[in-house]
C-alpha cells in the first residue's frame, strides 16, 4: 500500500498568514493526489483534485502543487473559516489512501 | 445541488450485520461512481470501498474485504453498504461520496457503534 505522510501534523497560524502543507507519497503517484478540508463535527469538502484543479466552487486561495511523491496545498491568506483539518489521498493505485490530517490551529 | 444522505446506521453487536444507505439527488447518479470513506471516533480518514457507474466494477480495502459488499441500484439513485461480520474496530461515522478517482462531494455521514 502506499503511504502517505502529511506534515505538520498540527500548526498554529494567524489570520491573514500564508500556509503551507505538505503531503508525501511512499511511491510515486503521477500528480493522482486531492485535499479535503474538514472542519469538527462535519463531513470532509473536497478542495483540490489532480494535484493542482481546484473543486468547484472553491476559492482561488486555496492552491496545490506537485507531481510524483511531494504535493504542497498552500493557503494563501488565512481565514477565520479556513481553520481546519486538511488530509491528503492519493488515487493512483488501490487501496487509495489517506494521509494523517493536519490539523491548522488559531495562534 | 448535489445531495448525498445516509441512512441505517446505529448500534449493533459484534458479529453482527447492518445495511446503509445513501440516496443521491442533483446530479446524473447512473453516470458516477460512488465511494465509502469512514473515521473512527477522534481518528482520520479512510477509504475503504468503492464501485463504478455501473456497478460491475468494486473494490475494497483489505480491513473489510470479505465481510462488507458495496453495490448500487441505479433505478433509486441509491447506493448501499452490506456490512456483516461486525467488529469493534469498524465503529466510524461512514461517509458516502460522489466520485471513486477523486471524490467530489460528500454525505454528511451516518454513524455505526460496533459494541456489546
Known amino acids: 500500500d502506499i503511504q502517505m505522510t502529511q506534515s505538520p501534523s498540527s500548526l498554529s497560524a494567524s489570520v491573514g498568514d500564508r500556509v503551507t502543507i505538505t503531503c508525501r507519497a511512499s511511491?510515486?503517484?503521477?500528480?493522482?493526489l486531492a485535499w479535503f478540508q474538514q472542519k469538527p463535527g462535519k463531513a470532509p469538502k473536497s478542495l483540490i483534485y489532480?494535484?493542482?484543479s481546484l473543486q468547484s466552487g472553491v476559492p482561488s486561495k486555496f492552491s496545490g502543487s506537485g507531481s510524483g511523491t511531494d504535493f504542497t496545498l498552500t493557503i494563501s491568506s488565512l481565514q477565520p473559516e479556513d481553520f481546519a483539518t486538511y488530509y491528503c489521498q492519493q488515487y493512483n493505485n488501490y487501496p487509495l489512501t489517506f494521509g494523517g490530517g493536519t490539523k491548522v490551529e488559531i495562534k | 445541488e448535489v445531495q448525498l444522505v445516509e441512512s441505517g446506521g446505529g448500534l449493533v453487536q459484534p458479529g453482527g450485520s447492518l445495511r446503509l444507505s445513501c440516496a443521491a439527488s442533483g446530479f446524473t447518479f447512473s453516470s458516477n461512481d460512488m465511494t465509502w470513506v469512514r473515521q473512527a471516533p477522534g481518528k482520520g480518514l479512510e477509504w475503504f470501498s468503492a464501485?463504478?457507474?455501473?456497478?460491475?466494477?468494486?473494490y475494497y480495502a483489505n480491513s473489510v474485504k470479505g465481510r462488507f459488499t458495496i453495490s448500487r441500484d441505479n433505478s433509486k439513485n441509491t447506493l448501499y453498504l452490506q456490512m456483516n461480520s461486525l467488529k469493534a474496530e469498524d465503529t466510524a461515522v461512514y461517509y458516502c461520496a460522489k466520485g471513486r478517482r477523486p471524490i467530489d462531494y460528500w454525505g454528511q455521514g451516518t454513524l455505526v457503534t460496533v459494541s456489546s
Open positions: 511511491q510515486g503517484i503521477n500528480n493522482y
Open positions: 489532480a494535484a493542482s
Open positions: 464501485i463504478s457507474a455501473s456497478g460491475g466494477s468494486t
